[in-house]
């Protein structure tokens, strides 16, 4: 963590020049001040006093939306001149003990908070981010400090949760909602969030249990049970969809066993077909020079 001071930089698109300025901001928010993010990251690893030149990729750059502000066309790839005057650097976190890391991660918590006012998500991000950095250990804080470190730990991931749902990051989402269950299992928005997320990713039957359980905790959640409401119809149509995609299946696999079954009749007529007595179509011929018993019309005698 750290803050650039008096950084001059000179940057062209297609030759022309279209900034030229020093610029101040605090690592990690350079989009803030109209730095795009792959010039941010190089930055990182300057020395006080470099210079250098950086040529970005549409991606690193400002990608398909370009920056009207400055003039930069959708789609640009840029060149810079860079030089770092200055650069001031915060303490590390391991250079921290635990109180200013919690001092330190409110800090972020607010700044994360401003940025997600604005719609700032991926600024939000970062600074929430920088919370579970901070707070993933909390060894040799007494209780008191201990539950204020986890109260704001649980913040981070909660609002990780949030703003990744935002983004429609749903994995992430759903990532950061269950370490805040983790850490609380008596949290109705870690519940919630999760639920949201399941659902987005087409898992109703897990979003139903998330909201659910809100509900157990929370009776009153009106949210939670509109969500249930949604669950149970997308579960409803699921299962209608799946009757259809297996039934349609098992009457096609249906019509071909009877057709196989017929087809095999077909074949086992033909082959007994012919002169073979009662088995087949002709009747069965007799000796004439055998008695008919069966003719005989005597009581007590019997054919055998």
Not at 53 to 80: D, Q, T
Not at 248 to 254: I, L, R, S, T
Request: a negative charge; one cysteine or more.
């Amino acid at each position: 963590m750290g803050i650039c001071e008096k950084v001059h930089v000179i940057g062209r698109v297609n030759g022309t020049v279209f900034d030229e300025r020093d610029v101040q901001f605090p690592i990690g928010e350079g989009t803030e001040h109209n730095i795009p993010e792959g010039l941010e990251r190089a930055l990182e690893i300057f020395k006080k006093g470099e210079k250098s030149s950086i040529k970005l990729a549409p991606k690193y750059a400002f990608g398909s939306a370009g920056n009207p502000e400055l003039g930069v066309p959708p789609g640009a790839s840029l060149e810079y001149e860079v030089e770092l005057k200055n650069f001031e650097k915060a303490k590390e976190s391991w250079e921290m003990d635990q109180e200013e890391k919690i001092e330190q991660a409110k800090v972020c918590k607010d700044r994360g908070t401003i940025f997600f006012k604005q719609d700032k998500f991926r600024l939000a991000v970062k600074q929430y981010k920088k919370i579970i950095d901070l707070l993933q250990y909390d060894s040799g804080l007494d209780d008191e400090k201990k539950a204020e470190s986890h109260s704001v730990l649980l913040a981070g991931h909660l609002n990780l949760a949030m703003t990744y749902l935002k983004l429609k990051d749903n994995g992430h989402a759903r990532e950061h909602a269950s370490k805040a269950i983790e850490l609380d299992s008596t949290s109705v928005k870690g519940y919630f969030r999760r639920g949201q997320a399941n659902l987005n990713m087409g898992d109703a039957v897990q979003a139903q249990q998330d909201f659910q359980t809100c509900i157990n905790l929370d009776e009153t959640n009106k949210a939670a049970k509109q969500q249930l409401q949604i669950c149970a119809t997308r579960i409803k149509a699921d299962k209608l969809k799946e009757k259809q995609l297996y039934g349609g299946m098992f009457d096609k696999f249906a019509r071909q066993d009877k057709a196989r079954e017929e087809a095999e009749a077909r074949k086992n007529k033909d082959v007994m077909g012919g002169d073979l007595g009662e088995w087949g179509n002709a009747e069965e011929k007799t000796d004439p020079n055998k008695t008919d018993f069966s003719k005989l019309d005597i009581d007590g005698v019997e054919m055998l």
